[in-house]
């Protein structure tokens, strides 16, 4: 299975482990970045994730920040993706389950690496069991995005704003 993943600079850490953990398994896992702990947006790696999902370059994406609140608005304001934030299995399950989840989203630094890895397990091993009415408000959900890719640069002027030190952590 190919998985997507991408994180922010608070959470290299726990992304190159998780990764490490998902390559064990026998998964080809698509690193997004960020590599290092070198300041950077997160919304930049939680639409990396969320593309490559989108563009069927990977099965599945997984998305980590410090809380995963604000790589999961990115993620989920990208079309074709469909993200929960968790911090439990049974929320992972019933969003594949009832939902089509593609992409799980995580708090890193709130959110264990086991439990991380233990729930990404239950999420991409879930089926999604279609019914008329599932794929009727699947349809309607994908229908509130609207543009399909973003330009590249996108957040250029926010990483602009980011090397003058004009954001904080």
Not at 10 to 29: Q, Y
Not at 83 to 104: G, M
């Amino acid at each position: 299975m190919k998985i997507a993943i991408g994180c922010d600079h608070i959470v290299t850490d726990v992304k190159d482990k998780v990764k490490k953990m998902l390559e064990n398994d026998g998964h080809e896992v698509i690193d997004c970045g960020t590599f290092d702990f070198e300041r950077t947006h997160y919304p930049i790696f939680g639409r990396k994730v969320a593309m490559q999902v989108n563009e069927k370059k990977a099965d599945f994406g997984v998305a980590i920040c410090g809380t995963g609140v604000g790589i999961s608005n990115a993620v989920q304001k990208t079309f074709g993706a469909r993200t929960v934030l968790v911090r439990d299995a049974i929320t992972a399950i019933d969003a594949r389950k009832n939902y089509d989840a593609n992409v799980i989203s995580f708090g890193g630094a709130v959110t264990g690496t086991g439990l991380i890895y233990e729930i990404i397990k239950k999420f991409i091993s879930t089926k999604y069991e279609p019914t008329p009415a599932k794929d009727e408000l699947i349809k309607k959900i994908n229908s509130l995005i609207t543009v399909k890719k973003f330009e590249d640069n996108l957040f250029d002027e926010e990483l602009t704003k980011w090397d003058k030190g004009l954001y904080h952590d």
